[in-house]
Each structure stands twice: as structure tokens, then as C-alpha cells.
């Protein structure tokens, strides 16, 4: 990375661990970065357990006054009302949360959730001064036609297309193809490059250079210690999204740490 924005690692536990299994992981993943003397400064830390565990994570992160930040996997677009079953942004607000995953591809596969609804939730994060994680990807057949860049870039269209710059600088977008999720096919590092890159460029253009140089873009799918650190080299990957490997605390650490197994890549 040639720029100045933090790094950033995010955990996504996804419908994993309850609110026991996750004071305990988060415990263990606050001990294993101490150890290796992990500055926040470097590498910022997230993790996003579901809602149910929220004020766990809240409780241990304030009493141990851990340097870890933590994040909700959805918001309701809506202030408050009947809608049962949702989460409001003021509710997550009120515990602390720093970050909001919105459009998640298993969100808009499994919930028909489109861009203008995720960019809905986006603003609801961002009302209440919480970051929203704004997920963009193509699916195999997408990428088989080679046509990842246009169908990702018509996503980021519709979800900034009622985001204001003020708004849009204080986003992070993740990358996450949708063929790399879980699968273990992870994309090269110049996947993730050519696509993060066009996401920045398309900002710069919706926008203007510096929202899109404030902007982090993440990639996510299938990363693991064993091989961010190749995808970190490319300028426009700013930080992973990462799935399966966050619920392992050793792993996880071995992920924010990447920049100690990346020489020689
Ligand atoms: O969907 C993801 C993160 O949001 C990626 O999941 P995996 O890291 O398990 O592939």
C-alpha cells in the first residue's frame, strides 16, 4: 500500500458463536495481538459477531479496554416503527458500534436486498456516526464473462447514488467476489487489484479524488494467513473482509499480522 489509510481487518463470524463463545474468542484474539505487541495504529481490528452478541463484546472491549473495534453484519434502513425483527441503527449506536456490514452478498442473495436498499441502510449507519462496510461483488458467471469490473462498478453506483461526499468519504467499500466466498478459491492478488482499483476510480468520478483516496476498499473471499499478505501488496487493497478464517483467534491475529510474514512476497 503507497498511501496513508489505516489498514483494516475485519471478522465476519457471520450466523457463527454465541454470546459465551464470543467473549471468549474475543479474549483470546486480545491476548494473541498483545503478545505480538500489535499497535492499533498499524492495523485496525474489527470484529462483527451477530446482534445477539453485541453487549458482551460491548462489556469486554470497555472493562478491558481492549484495542479492538467491533461491527453488526446488517442494519435496519428504518429509524424505529414496526418492523419486527429488525435492528435499528440508533439500537447499535447506543452499544458502541463502530462498524456496519450493508449488503452483504448473502444479504442480497437470501434477502433480496438491492443497491438502493443497501444504500439506505449506509445512510442509517451513517446517521449515527457508525462506518458502513458497503459489500460489492460479482458471481462466477459474471466473472466468467469477464464482465466483474461493470457489474461491480453498476453496484457501487446505485448504493452512493443518494450518499453525499461528506457521506461517501466516511465509507468503506468491501470487494467480495461472490465465487471467493467460503469456497477456498481465493482471487489473485490482481483480481482483487483490478476491481479495488476501479471501485477507487469510480468514486474519484461520482465524486471526487480525495473522497475516493479517504475511502478503504477491503477484499474479502476466502482469505487466510497464508495469503493476505500477497493480496496487501497491491495499492488499492486497503484490508480484508474475511469470513470463515476470523472465528479461530490465532488465525485471525496471523491475519492482522500480515506485514510480518510479507517480505519476500
Ligand atoms: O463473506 C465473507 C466475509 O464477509 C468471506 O467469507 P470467507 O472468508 O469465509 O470466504
Not at 12 to 20: T, V
Amino acid at each position: 500500500m503507497a498511501h496513508s489509510r489505516t489498514p483494516l481487518m475485519a471478522g465476519n463470524w457471520k450466523m457463527n458463536l454465541d454470546h459465551h463463545e464470543a467473549t471468549h474468542l474475543v479474549q483470546k484474539l486480545a491476548w494473541t495481538l498483545k503478545d505480538a505487541k500489535h499497535s492499533y495504529d498499524e492495523v485496525e481490528v474489527v470484529v462483527v459477531p451477530p446482534f445477539t452478541d453485541l453487549r458482551s463484546v460491548q462489556t469486554l472491549v470497555d472493562g478491558d479496554k481492549l484495542d479492538l473495534r467491533y461491527g453488526a453484519q446488517d442494519v435496519s434502513a428504518h429509524e424505529s416503527g414496526a418492523y419486527t425483527g429488525e435492528v435499528s441503527a440508533a439500537m447499535l449506536a447506543k452499544l458502541g458500534v463502530s462498524y456496519v456490514v450493508v449488503g452483504h452478498s448473502e444479504r442480497r442473495e437470501n434477502h433480496a436486498e438491492d443497491d438502493a436498499l443497501v444504500g439506505a441502510k449506509a445512510k442509517a449507519a451513517l446517521g449515527r456516526q457508525m462506518t458502513p462496510i458497503i459489500c460489492v461483488g460479482e458471481g462466477l458467471d459474471v466473472r466468467k464473462a469477464g464482465e466483474q469490473v461493470p457489474y461491480t462498478l453498476a453496484q457501487v453506483d446505485g448504493v452512493y447514488a443518494d450518499l453525499s461526499a461528506e457521506e461517501a468519504a466516511r465509507t468503506v467499500v468491501a470487494y467480495e467476489p461472490v465465487w471467493a466466498i467460503g469456497t477456498g478459491e481465493v482471487a489473485t492478488p490482481e483480481d482483487a487489484q483490478e476491481v479495488c482499483a476501479a471501485i477507487r476510480s469510480r468514486l474519484a468520478e461520482l465524486y471526487d479524488q480525495e473522497v475516493a483516496d479517504a475511502v478503504r476498499v477491503l477484499y474479502g473471499g476466502s482469505v487466510k494467513s497464508s495469503n493476505v499478505a500477497s493480496i496487501m501488496t497491491k495499492d488499492d487493497v486497503d484490508g480484508a473482509l474475511v469470513g470463515g478464517a476470523s472465528l479461530k483467534a490465532e488465525e485471525f491475529a496471523a491475519i492482522v499480522r500480515y506485514q510480518e510474514h510479507q517480505t519476500g512476497q
